[in-house]
């Protein structure tokens, strides 16, 4: 049997497992799912043993265990290292959920679960890719799987692994699913990726809650002062105003601008989508290019005072902020949280105090698209889709392909399969059938492809 046959009868099965896999509640960055993460682990190395690996193993590390799996058939031959999360974003907010985040329901050909694209459906299409090519005895590359559990939470521990196992990992390209494209009839490969820098910063005003009456308009309100503080971070064109934060953006070419633009983009879907009568960003710059090649700063979360029922006249003591800036080729995550800090503690007024916290943070990456990987990628989705895919670059951040890039000294293909509209991280976060099914035949293209292209 052929391998486009094997996907079409296994269609049932391998939409059953990937909704058991979605049943278990991996949220990386909750501990009381601890018991369900590693869960979620067992399950992948056994489904790897089940595909046909020769050996699959739970590497611990000091946080969620990183399974890893191999299958070597010729050691002369390439090999293609798999990397991809088994762990999800928290499901919240519940309640915006049409139903339960972790009872994963089919609709409208869409599996609803949380993971179902970001990133478990996208990467159990690699598990079932080779299960398929082991079963229709058509692999003809090596293949390394590292799969793990704390991607949502900044992949600390994978950083130690890799740099720690380098032999182990010893591949030629590493191949990953944790992204998008533009939609389901214009494939794309994604180029670019941004990097981010996390923190929390705290204002502290009086030592204590205060009656906003009997003091209110003589103590600042440290409410009051962290808004203050956070719009002046950008200025009347939404220009970032901490000093030196563009100061090593490396700025495109006119070509390689109008190369990025001149991929399809529906302005008005776009806000229709969203429900938005405009878009905003940085003057000068289109929506394509403030998500892919410009940096970006956002609160993510602000919070402070009282915000139970009904009112309460309060000058409250502290407030805080949850911030992350975007990054791109060139910034330093590092470096870039060490300006914020500093600019943000040089612009607090005297009458407060100011606590920033980093949090974890992620380097920018490009993926070069001379190389024969790239070829093989382009040629699978050809083959799959009938049009050559488009490089794109994304607004989101996978930090470990930079890392795989120092440390291994390897290049990554990020072959996404996911849509902008699948509410990752979001409620009813979705994954389209067409999507999952698609990509795994892809992905066995991507073999072929890879290994004909390598002799
Ligand atoms: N898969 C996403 C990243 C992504 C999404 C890249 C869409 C391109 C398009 C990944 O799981 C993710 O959410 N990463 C985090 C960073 C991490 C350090 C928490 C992000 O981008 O916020
Ligand atoms: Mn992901
Ligand atoms: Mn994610």
């Given at each position: 049997?052929?391998?486009?046959?094997?996907?079409?009868?296994?269609k049932?099965?391998?939409l059953?497992?990937?909704?058991?896999?979605?049943?278990?509640?991996?949220?990386?960055?909750?501990s009381?799912?601890?018991?369900?993460?590693?869960?979620?682990?067992?399950?992948?190395?056994?489904s790897?043993?089940?595909?046909?690996?020769d050996?699959?193993?739970?590497?611990?590390?000091?946080?969620?265990?990183i399974?890893?799996?191999e299958?070597?058939?010729d050691?002369?031959?390439?090999?293609?290292?798999?990397?991809?999360?088994?762990d999800?974003q928290?499901?919240?907010p519940?309640?915006?959920?049409?139903?339960?985040p972790?009872?994963?329901v089919?609709k409208?050909?869409?599996i609803?679960a949380?993971?179902?694209c970001?990133?478990?459906?996208?990467?159990?299409m690699?598990v079932?890719a080779?299960?398929?090519?082991?079963?229709?005895?058509?692999l003809?590359?090596?293949?390394?799987?590292?799969?793990?559990?704390?991607e949502?939470v900044?992949s600390?521990n994978?950083a130690i692994?890799?740099?720690?196992n380098?032999?182990k990992?010893?591949?030629?390209?590493i191949?990953?699913s944790?992204t998008?494209?533009?939609d389901?009839?214009?494939?794309?490969?994604?180029v670019?990726?941004?990097?981010?820098?996390?923190?929390?910063v705290e204002v502290?005003?009086?030592?204590?809650?205060?009656?906003?009456?009997?003091y209110?308009?003589?103590?600042?309100?440290p409410i009051?002062?962290?808004?203050e503080?956070?719009a002046s971070?950008?200025?009347?064109?939404?220009?970032?105003?901490?000093?030196?934060?563009?100061?090593?953006?490396?700025?495109l070419?006119k070509?390689?601008?109008?190369a990025l633009?001149s991929?399809?983009?529906d302005?008005?879907?776009?806000?229709?989508?969203?429900d938005?009568?405009?878009?905003?960003?940085?003057?000068?710059?289109?929506?394509?290019?403030r998500?892919?090649?410009?940096p970006?700063l956002?609160?993510?979360?602000?919070?402070?005072?009282?915000?139970?029922?009904?009112?309460k006249t309060?000058l409250?003591s502290?407030?805080?902020?949850?911030?992350s800036m975007?990054?791109?080729p060139?910034?330093?995550?590092?470096e870039?949280t060490?300006?914020f800090?500093?600019?943000?503690?040089?612009?607090?007024?005297?009458?407060v105090?100011?606590?920033?916290v980093?949090?974890?943070?992620?380097?920018p990456?490009?993926?070069p698209?001379?190389?024969v990987?790239y070829?093989?990628?382009?040629?699978a989705?050809e083959?799959?889709?009938?049009k050559?895919?488009?490089?794109?670059?994304?607004?989101?951040s996978i930090?470990i392909?930079s890392?795989?890039?120092?440390?291994?000294?390897l290049?990554?293909?990020?072959m996404?399969?996911?849509l902008?509209?699948?509410a990752?991280?979001?409620?009813?976060?979705?994954?389209g059938i067409?999507n999952?099914m698609k990509?795994?035949?892809?992905?066995t293209?991507?073999y072929?492809?890879?290994?004909e292209?390598?002799?």
């Open positions: 049997m052929n391998s486009h046959d094997y996907i079409e009868q296994n049932q099965k391998f059953d497992e990937l909704l058991d896999l979605l049943s278990i509640p991996s949220v990386s960055a909750d009381k799912f601890k018991k369900d993460v590693l869960k979620t682990a067992d399950f992948i190395k056994s790897l043993e089940k595909a046909g690996v050996k699959a193993e739970i590497c611990e590390t000091a946080g969620y265990p399974v890893y799996g299958k070597i058939i050691k002369n031959l390439p090999t293609v290292l798999v990397y991809g999360h088994y999800v928290p499901a919240d519940y309640e915006l959920w049409d139903s339960p972790f009872e994963p089919i409208n050909d869409k609803y949380r993971g179902a970001d990133d478990k459906g996208q990467m159990y690699h079932k080779f299960e398929t090519m082991m079963a229709t005895n058509s003809t590359c090596n293949v390394k799987f590292m799969i793990e559990g704390e949502e900044g600390d994978l692994f890799v740099k720690e380098k032999e990992l010893a591949a030629d390209i191949l990953i944790d998008a494209m533009i389901n009839d214009t494939p794309s490969l994604t670019g990726l941004r990097g981010l820098s996390y923190l929390q502290t005003g009086p030592n204590r809650d205060l009656h906003s009456g009997v209110g308009g003589a103590v600042a309100n009051n002062v962290l808004c503080m956070i971070l950008k200025d009347e064109n939404n220009h970032i105003t901490i000093p030196g934060f563009y100061d090593k953006v490396e700025e070419s070509e390689e601008r109008e633009n991929a399809p983009f302005l008005e879907e776009y806000k229709k989508d969203l938005i009568d405009d878009v905003n960003g940085e003057k000068g710059y289109t929506t394509l290019e998500t892919g090649i410009r970006t956002d609160v993510n979360g602000i919070w402070g005072g009282y915000i139970g029922e009904g009112a309060v409250p502290k407030a805080y902020a949850k911030i975007r990054l791109v060139g910034q330093k995550s590092h870039i060490e300006l800090s500093k600019h943000f503690k040089a612009i607090a007024p005297k009458s105090k100011v606590k920033v980093p949090h974890h943070g992620g380097e990456a490009l993926t698209t001379d190389s990987a070829a093989a990628a382009s040629a989705f083959e799959a889709f009938g050559a895919p488009i490089p794109t670059r994304d607004g989101g930090p392909v890392l795989f890039k120092d440390e291994l000294k290049n990554t293909v990020l996404g399969f996911g902008d509209s699948d990752i991280h979001s409620p009813n976060e979705h994954y067409f999952y990509g795994i035949e892809t992905i293209l991507f072929k492809h890879f290994s292209m390598s002799k």
